[in-house]
């Protein structure tokens, strides 16, 4: 016999199975949503309680002190660009160190390792540090090339960090306060700079200028991009894709205390360690007027500069939504602390002139410690860490030096005790 066809009576079972399956799905679907809501009433509840009992504190200051706890980072390399507040950047990286007894590795000569040539531990003043340190070096902040084999063997396990600026406003700085107007005889011309981007290649051939490898795109040039390839799409695309694995974050001039809370947050640092004194503003007569033609000329000259930035600048704005949503409150937060610092350590009503080409900054008389550390430039630093290897090394060699032994002199005429052979 064949198979029977299903019994007629059987299709109202079926059908009532589905609606009641339906309607079960159909109470769940509600009963999660529900639930949901609930828990957004219960997370306001929860906050609005914190508000309760926190006293002063701002609720994004609440959930950072109850997030859990992070270990300060004290290995970090800061690639020092030119002209990009980098000099304000290098105080406050040295001043923490200086106050968490870090070392430092500093170049031999002045404070650039060196403008032209990449990175190497050869340039150390040391090659390790000063004795009672650990055996490896904490913090390298100085002008150099990046390098990141040889950093890496200097300060090993670090932290990568870098600061960039818009090309045009970074190209207009390093133009007027490396003086090149001087440099490159253009001092005659209303606006040097102008005169300078008409023929830049014949022209940069033609000075003389110690800094003038960073009259096209400096910054790529700084970390370690050859000006052989500025014109290579291909190998432009290649260092920014390197850079983009080598370096942890990188500070945008344009959004400093943005970047300096993206900083505090990456290093586990506090709010008083990215505190600042900005380290003078270039003066008037190294400043050139801007055209939206000249400006355009300036961005295709400085072509891989502003493939940099741009790259750059999307990522930092992935990391500021990293952060989180009390990136607004904290970083209002941060500004008020911050004006406070500024106003009790500089002097509002006077400035002084630094080597004719920067309107600088006067501390306030009897000013606080931090208030004097932040004023610090590179110089400052590199004096005082120099005196303190000396002074340790001066110490060393007392504790491992054998004391001299002293020999009776003998005076002609006088008789003189033998020895006892007993």
């Known amino acids: 016999m064949g198979r029977s066809l299903p019994s007629m009576n059987r299709w109202p079972r079926l059908l009532a199975t589905f609606i009641a399956t339906a309607c079960v799905g159909y109470l769940f ?101 000063p004795p009672g340190s650990a055996n490896y070096f904490n913090l390298l902040a100085n002008h150099m090339r990046f390098n990141r084999r040889e950093l890496d063997k200097t300060v090993p396990n670090a932290t990568y960090i870098t600061i960039l600026r818009h090309p045009i406003t970074k190209f207009e700085s390093t133009f007027g306060y490396y003086n090149f107007a001087h440099s490159l005889r253009l001092e005659r011309y209303p606006n040097p700079l102008e005169f300078f981007m008409r023929t830049p290649e014949q ?25 052989r390839f500025d014109d290579n799409e291909a190998v432009i695309n290649k260092t920014i894709e390197r850079l983009d694995k080598e370096l942890d974050l990188v500070l945008l001039t344009e959004y400093y205390d943005e970047s300096l809370l993206l900083l505090k947050e990456l290093m586990c640092w506090e709010v008083e360690d990215i505190l600042y004194i900005p380290k003078g503003y270039r003066s008037q007569n190294r400043r050139y007027a801007m055209s939206d033609k000249l400006a355009q000329k300036i961005l295709k ?23 989180g949503p009390n990136f607004g409150s904290d970083l209002d937060e941060f500004r008020r602390i911050q004006k406070q610092f500024y106003d009790h350590c500089v002097d509002a009503n006077t400035t002084t002139v630094r080597k004719n080409r920067e309107d600088a900054l006067v501390m306030k008389k009897n000013s606080s410690e931090d208030c004097e550390l932040s004023f610090f430039r590179v110089s400052n630093f590199h004096y005082k860490f120099k005196g303190q290897a000396k002074v340790a090394e001066q110490k060393t060699k007392q504790k491992t030096t054998p004391p001299r032994k002293t020999t009776q002199r003998r005076i002609p005429g006088k008789s003189h005790p033998r020895p006892s052979r007993h």
């Open 203 to 227: 022209l940069l051939r033609s000075g003389h200028n110690a800094m003038k490898n960073q009259l096209r795109n400096g910054m790529m040039f700084t970390l370690g991009f050859d000006h």
């Open 29 to 129: 679907v509600l009963y999660r949503v529900e639930l949901e809501v609930n828990s957004i009433k219960v997370g306001q509840f929860v906050k609005r309680y914190a508000l309760s009992f926190r006293g002063n504190m701002s609720y994004s200051e609440y959930v950072y002190q109850t997030k859990p706890p992070c270990e300060p980072i004290h290995q970090l390399v800061f690639v020092k660009t030119h002209k990009t507040a980098s000099t304000t950047t290098n105080t406050l990286i040295q001043r923490y160190g200086m106050k968490h007894n870090l070392s430092f590795a500093i170049p031999q000569g002045n404070q650039m390792f060196s403008e032209t040539r990449l990175y190497s531990r050869s340039m150390l003043f040391r090659q390790s540090p």
């Open 301 to 323: 000259w400085n072509r891989a500069d502003q493939r940099l930035y741009d790259h750059f600048n999307r990522t930092f704005w992935r990391k500021v939504e990293e952060y």
